[in-house]
C-alpha cells in the first residue's frame, strides 16, 4: 500500500512538474461554474450577460505578441433552443450571433466533456481569424469554449488548445 502511494505522489510531482515548465496553471471560475487549465500570463476579463457571464482570456507569447484568445460563455439554456446542440435550429442560431463562418461541425469527446465543436472562420477589418467554438450543454446551461487565433497560426496554437479543452472540468447544477 505505501509503494502505491509512493508512485501516486511522485506521479503527481511530475505532472506539477510538467505543468510549470509549460507555465500553466488551473483556472477556478469566480463561482467555481468552471475550472480549466491556461497559460500563467492570459489576462482574464469578465462580463455578466443576462443569467450567464462571458469570461474571455487573452494569451500572449512571453514578447508581448498575441497567440490567441479564449472565451468561455455561459448561458442559460432553459425554455430555449439550446437543449439539443445537433439540430439545424441551434447551428442557425449560433451563425446568428458569432458573425462567423462554420467551416466544419464534429462531435467531439474530450477528457471531462462531450462537444459539438465548430471550426469558424471570423473576417475582422484587419485581418482573418480562424478558430473552434466547442458547446456544451451542462445542467439548464449552455456552455461555449471558443479558441481564435489569426489564420496563419491556427495550426500552431490548436494543440495548446486541445490540451485546454481536455482540462476543462463544468461543475453541473
Known amino acids: 500500500m505505501y509503494f502505491k502511494y509512493c508512485i501516486v505522489v511522485l506521479i503527481f510531482f511530475f505532472a506539477v512538474q ?3 515548465s509549460q507555465n ?3 483556472y477556478f471560475q469566480e463561482n467555481n461554474d468552471f475550472s480549466i487549465l491556461l497559460p500563467t500570463n492570459a489576462v482574464v476579463s469578465t462580463n455578466a450577460i443576462g443569467n450567464g457571464y462571458t469570461e474571455t482570456f487573452v494569451v500572449k507569447n512571453n514578447d508581448g505578441v498575441f497567440k490567441y484568445v479564449l472565451i468561455v460563455t455561459k ?3 432553459d425554455g430555449n433552443k439550446f437543449h439539443n446542440l445537433l439540430t439545424n435550429d441551434f447551428k442557425e442560431s ?14 467531439i469527446e474530450y477528457k471531462n466533456i462531450k462537444s459539438l465543436q465548430f471550426e469558424i472562420i471570423v473576417n475582422s477589418k484587419d485581418q482573418k481569424l480562424a478558430g473552434c467554438s466547442d ?8 456552455y461555449n469554449l471558443v479558441y481564435l487565433t489569426t489564420a496563419s497560426n491556427y495550426a500552431i496554437w490548436v494543440q495548446e488548445y486541445n490540451e485546454i479543452a481536455n482540462s476543462l472540468l463544468i461543475n453541473s447544477d
Open 135 to 142: 458547446n456544451i450543454i451542462s445542467g439548464q446551461y449552455l
Open 24 to 26: 500553466m496553471e488551473q
Open 94 to 107: 449560433y451563425l446568428e450571433n458569432c458573425s462567423c463562418q462554420i467551416l466544419e461541425s464534429n462531435e
Open 75 to 77: 448561458a442559460d439554456s
Open 18 to 20: 510538467i505543468l510549470k
